[in-house]
Structure formats: C-alpha cells, structure tokens
C-alpha cells in the first residue's frame, strides 16, 4: 500500500488476499484472488500509489509485468 503503480501483478499459481484500511485503521478483506486473476492494474491506469495490500496465503507464483512506460523498450522509444 502506498507505493507506485510501477507494473502490475498476474497470480500464476496460489491465493492472495487483497487488504484495505478501514474507518478505524484497521485491516479489511476486500478481495481474494486465485490463479489467473492479476491485481495493480487500476493504480497503473490511474496513476495512484497503491490503495491495497496483497498478502499471500501460502506459497504463490506471481509474474509482474513492468509498466511499458517505465521500461528500457518504453523509454528507448518513447512510449507513453
């Protein structure tokens, strides 16, 4: 929670829960997500700094794919 929206996250393989801050600062479930879903795509969109937590729930597998516009390839030429 808080950090860019440098890419976003597909769940290969595991259970992750997706975590929010309520009224009181405490944490609430606000999604799970099982393989194939992803996550981190509405703050790349956006541009937000992350409003969720992900926390895995045993072991996990995730690939990131990085924001094109932060890449090497993006840069190189001029995506944006």
């Known amino acids: 929670r808080g950090d860019p929206p440098d890419g976003l996250w597909l769940l290969a393989d595991g259970l992750v ?3 929010g801050q309520g009224v009181d600062g405490e944490e609430v479930v606000q999604a799970y997500l099982k393989s194939g879903d ?10 937000e ?4 937590r992900a926390v895995a ?3 996990c597998q995730l690939l ?7 890449s090497s390839a993006g ?3 001029g995506w944006d």
Do not use: I
Request: proline share 0%; no cysteine.
């Open 49 to 52: 700094a992350r409003g969720l």
């Open 75 to 77: 840069q190189k030429f």
């Open 38 to 47: 992803m996550f981190g795509d509405g703050e790349l969109l956006g541009g």
């Open 57 to 59: 729930m045993g072991h």
């Open 17 to 19: 829960q997706l975590q």
């Open 64 to 70: 990131r794919v990085e924001n094109y516009r932060e």
